[in-house]
Nanobody
Framework: QVHIAESGGGLVQPGGSLTLSCVAS????????ISWFRQASGMKRELVAV???????NYGDYVQGRFTISRDSAEKTVFLLMTSLKPEGTAVYFC?????????WGQGNQVFVSS
């Protein structure tokens, strides 16, 4: 059974940093592309970052070098380091794990960027 656990959200001031974690179990982690999406209130869900099986990464245009996604295969964990956070970064952040046969979402993790 697939289980995705997200953590690391919370309140951070503008300009601050936060690291989100996504632990995926019950899935072929090394065969998965893993993404972070975010959804602000009243807005569509949008891609933040994705990391492929070989470690190659892509980011949403608005990230502009501020975020870094990484993966630890031994711990079956993906990290999203977010720096220079802006108030518009306030959203629920979701982890998605995608393989040839599975497309699984976490429950979401709230991030507030506010002074």
């Amino acid at each position: 059974q697939v289980h995705i656990a997200e953590s690391g959200g919370g309140l951070v001031q503008p300009g601050g940093s936060l690291t989100l974690s996504c632990v995926a179990s019950g899935i072929s982690f090394n065969r998965a592309a893993i993404s972070w999406f975010r959804q602000a209130s009243g807005m569509k869900r949008e891609l933040v970052a994705v990391i492929g099986r070989s470690g190659g990464a892509n980011y949403g245009d608005y990230v502009q070098g501020r975020f870094t996604i990484s993966r630890d295969s031994a711990e079956k964990t993906v990290f999203l380091l977010m720096t220079s956070l802006k108030p518009e970064g306030t959203a629920v952040y979701f982890c998605n794990v995608l393989t040839e046969v599975e497309d699984c979402w976490g429950q979401g993790n709230q991030v507030f960027v506010s002074s």
